[in-house]
């Protein structure tokens, strides 16, 4: 199994060191032919603007959509958790509309407002950085929770794609990690 890790801006490093951490083998995904070499995609936290603006530029954004409507597994953090919500309040970027929750970005602050915390999840306690995180503000019936912090949803999923508005790669907790490549396998 070889995870691709989307890296054209953003913590993709930080990805790739979870995954070297549980032994399973990545590469850098920047063309459209390593995309052809994956069995699962993670669109890392940056800044979703410059992402979305690449993927447009490259040509990278339709063909992973066309990838995900046949089944490829995504897990988006934070910016790629704003990439691939289907809404984005006040946002007329790019976006991959692959999950049915509405976001809205720097919702818990600026970058002085970051934080660490525990979170409780489906598939155990979870420790994770929020850094300008974005909240999700409504999902849709075909949406799934799977961790929340006080009342806000913060990791969800719907089909094959996993979204969190957290940063499990910053803290190097390496359980989210695993629920997805549970979902490739
Ligand atoms: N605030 C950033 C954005 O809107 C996301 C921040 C992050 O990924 N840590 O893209």
Same mark, same amino acid.
């Given at each position: 199994?070889?995870?691709?890790?989307?890296?054209?801006?953003?913590?993709?490093?930080?990805?790739?060191?979870?995954?070297?951490?549980?032994?399973?083998?990545?590469?850098?995904?920047?063309?459209?032919?390593?995309?052809?070499?994956?069995?699962?995609?993670?669109?890392?936290?940056?800044?979703?603007?410059?992402?979305?603006?690449?993927?447009?530029?490259?040509?990278?954004?339709?063909?992973?959509?066309?990838?995900?409507?046949?089944?490829?597994?995504?897990?988006?953090?934070?910016?790629?958790?704003?990439?691939?919500?289907?809404?984005?309040?006040?946002?007329?970027? +790019?976006?991959?509309?692959?999950?049915?929750?509405?976001?809205?970005?720097?919702?818990?602050?600026?970058?002085?407002?970051?934080?660490?915390?525990?979170?409780?999840?489906?598939?155990?306690?979870?420790?994770?950085? +929020?850094?300008?995180?974005?909240?999700?503000?409504?999902? =849709?019936?075909?949406?799934?929770?799977? =961790?929340?912090?006080?009342?806000?949803?913060?990791?969800?999923?719907?089909?094959?794609?996993?979204?969190?508005?957290?940063?499990?790669?910053?803290?190097?907790?390496?359980?989210?990690?695993?629920?997805?490549?549970?979902?490739?396998?």
């Amino acid at each position: 199994m070889i995870i691709g890790i989307l890296a054209l801006q953003g913590d993709f490093a930080e990805h790739k060191e979870i995954l070297d951490k549980l032994k399973v083998e990545s590469i850098l995904v920047k063309t459209k032919e390593d995309l052809e070499k994956i069995n699962g995609l993670i669109i890392p936290g940056g800044e979703s603007t410059a992402i979305g603006l690449l993927l447009e530029k490259t040509g990278l954004g339709k063909q992973i959509i066309s990838k995900a409507k046949k089944g490829l597994v995504i897990f988006g953090t934070c910016a790629g958790a704003i990439l691939l919500s289907k809404k984005v309040l006040g946002k007329k970027e +790019f976006s991959f509309a692959l999950i049915d929750t509405v976001i809205e970005r720097n919702s818990f602050g600026r970058q002085n407002d970051s934080f660490e915390e525990k979170i409780k999840t489906s598939f155990g306690e979870i420790s994770v950085s +929020f850094i300008r995180a974005p909240k999700i503000k409504s999902i =849709g019936k075909k949406v799934q929770v799977l =961790g929340k912090l006080k009342n806000e949803i913060v990791i969800a999923k719907q089909k094959n794609i996993l979204i969190a508005t957290c940063h499990p790669e910053i803290t190097l907790d390496t359980k989210l990690h695993e629920y997805f490549l549970k979902m490739i396998r």
